[in-house]
């Protein structure tokens, strides 16, 4: 059974920076899309940051470019979220996954084009 759990989010103040963590367990596939979600108040659940647990492109937000990376560690036991420069448009859930590739690409479309797994999500409040 597969299982993300997230950890790291809290209340920050714009500019600063946050690490995101998610420890995955039972992905038995050889290789997995894995993910950061993020919905913020008033809004849908959106795509922030993917890449391919064994390597490869990777995608991001339109808002989030230049300022988020994703890593992935121990092939797809854990995966990161850094966030710098944070602003107050970036507060909200952030949710990591996992899913299956679509047309060969993990780009992170909400909802997702395969079966995805979710961890229960993690806070993040950046206050200006």
């Known amino acids: 059974q597969v299982h993300l759990a997230e950890s790291g989010g809290g209340s920050v103040q714009a500019g600063d920076a946050l690490r995101l963590s998610c420890a995955v367990t039972?992905?038995?596939?050889?290789?997995?899309?894995m993910g950061w979600f993020r919905q913020s108040p008033g809004k849908e659940r959106e795509g922030v940051a993917a890449t391919h647990s064994n390597g490869g492109a990777t995608f991001y937000g339109d808002s989030v470019k230049g300022r988020f990376t994703i890593l992935v560690e121990n092939g797809k036991d854990k995966m990161y979220l850094d966030m710098d420069r944070l602003k107050p448009e970036d507060s909200g859930v952030y949710y990591c996954?996992?899913?299956?590739?679509?047309?060969?690409?993990?780009?992170?479309?909400?909802?997702?084009?395969?079966?995805?797994?979710w961890g229960q999500g993690t806070q993040v409040a950046v206050s200006s």
């Open positions: 996954a996992t899913y299956g590739m679509f047309f060969g690409s993990c780009r992170p479309a909400y909802p997702p084009r395969s079966q995805a797994y």
């Open positions: 039972g992905v038995t596939a050889s290789g997995t899309c």
